[in-house]
Every structure is written in C-alpha cells, then in structure tokens.
Nanobody, 115 residues
Framework: QVQLAESGGGLVQPGGSLRLSCAAS????????MGWYRQAPGKQRELVAT???????RYVDSVKGRFTISRDNAKNTVYLQMNSLKPEDTGVYYC?????????WGQGAQVTVSS
C-alpha cells in the first residue's frame, strides 16, 4: 500500500520559515519524480516544486529564491524548505509521487501565513 505522509505544516508569521517533509512508503522512491503542490481556498491546486529521480528541479515562479525542494533517497523522504513566507503562500500543501503511469498523493498539510 502506497502512503505519502506530510508533516511540518502550521501557522507562521509573514517572513517566517517552515519545512515540510513527506515520507513515502510502498514505492521504489528513487524512481519517482517527487513534487509539492498547494491549494489555496477557492483556487485550483497548483504546482509548487518538483524534483526528478535524477535531481532535476523545477519551481513555480512565485516561490523561486524562497523555497527549496530536496530529497533523501535513503530515507524515502522529500522536503520543502520555505523561507520568507508570504500570506499568499497560505494553503494546503500536498506531496506527490509520479511516474509515467503512476500518480500518488498525500493527504495534505495546512500552511497558514498570517500575523
């Protein structure tokens, strides 16, 4: 059974930092492109960042220079370090594991940026 378990969300003031973690089980982690997506209230889910099995990284323009995605294949875990957080970063952050014909999602972690 595939499980993606997010952790590290919470409430933070503007300008603050959070680190999200996603621990994967039931998949051959090193073969998957791992990603973080987010969904703000009333909006569609959007890509935040992805990291490929070979380490290729992609970010949405709005988080470039502030967020860093990384992976630890030995721990089957992907991370999202979020710095200089803004209120518009608020939303539910979802972990994703993807291969050409496979696609798995975590339950989501709430991130709220507010003073």
């Amino acid at each position: 059974q595939v499980q993606l378990a997010e952790s590290g969300g919470g409430l933070v003031q503007p300008g603050g930092s959070l680190r999200l973690s996603c621990a994967a089980s039931g998949i051959v982690f090193r073969l998957y492109t791992m990603g973080w997506y987010r969904q703000a209230p009333g909006k569609q889910r959007e890509l935040v960042a992805t990291i490929g099995s070979g380490g290729t990284i992609r970010y949405v323009d709005s988080v470039k220079g502030r967020f860093t995605i990384s992976r630890d294949n030995a721990k089957n875990t992907v991370y999202l370090q979020m710095n200089s957080l803004k209120p518009e970063d608020t939303g539910v952050y979802y972990c994703n594991a993807r291969m050409p014909t496979l696609d798995y999602w975590g339950q989501g972690a709430q991130v709220t940026v507010s003073s």
